[in-house]
Every structure is written in C-alpha cells, then in structure tokens.
Nanobody
C-alpha cells in the first residue's frame, strides 16, 4: 500500500487549501484513513480521520474549519482546510490502516504513511 499526499502550499491567514491523498490498494474502501500534521520541533499530531460507515473525527483545533472526505472510486481522501491560521503551518501526512484495532488519534494505529505535504500559512 502506498500513499501520495499533495495540495500543500503557501497561503495567507484566512485562505483555504484542499489536500489530497491517493491510496493504492484494492481494498481502499475498507481502510481507515487519517491526516496528521507535524510542526517544526513538535510531535506529530492528529488532525482528522475517516472510515466508511462510521463517524468522522477531528482534532478540537480544526473542528469547524477542516473537513475530511473520501472518494472510494478514486481511492482518494481529501482534507479541505478553511479559515487557515498561522498555527496550522506544518507538514501534513496522510496515514492508513486496514486494521480495525487501535485508537484513531494515535500514530501507532496506522501502518501506512504518505510522504507529507507542506502547508505554510502567513499572517
């Protein structure tokens, strides 16, 4: 399984971006997929998770501004980010797992990771 994240860039506060994560694999629709982010000098932190047929989860810091969605026909998960803030600046990673165990907000739950895409928000 391979994940390819894209869509990052340099934007101003208040702008929007949409990240994409293409996941290879024949059973994509059954995967739990999440976005994490890592700012310089900080630990990787959970952003959002999606699983078909189950509720989506968001970190409190992005709730109401970010939306995670998936297109199973395109093997792609999206992260729509609105009202971006300078504190959203980070490398954003998508992650996936075919397992149904593990806590959704922990990095150790996911065994497949993309390469990351940089999001920089200027004030």
């Amino acid at each position: 399984v391979q994940l390819q994240a894209s869509g990052g860039g340099l934007v101003q506060a208040g702008d929007s971006l949409r990240l994409s994560c293409v996941v290879s694999g024949r059973t994509f629709s059954s995967y739990r997929v999440a976005w994490f982010r890592q700012a310089p000098g900080k630990e990787r932190q959970f952003v959002a998770r999606i699983r078909s047929g189950f509720p989506t989860y968001y970190a409190d810091s992005v709730k109401g501004r970010f939306t995670i969605s998936r297109d199973n026909d395109k093997n792609t998960v999206y992260l729509r980010m609105n009202s971006l803030k300078p504190e959203d600046t980070a490398v954003y990673y998508c992650a996936a797992t075919s397992s149904y165990t593990g806590t959704y907000y922990m990095t150790t739950t996911y065994n497949y990771w993309g390469q990351g895409t940089q999001v920089t928000v200027s004030s």
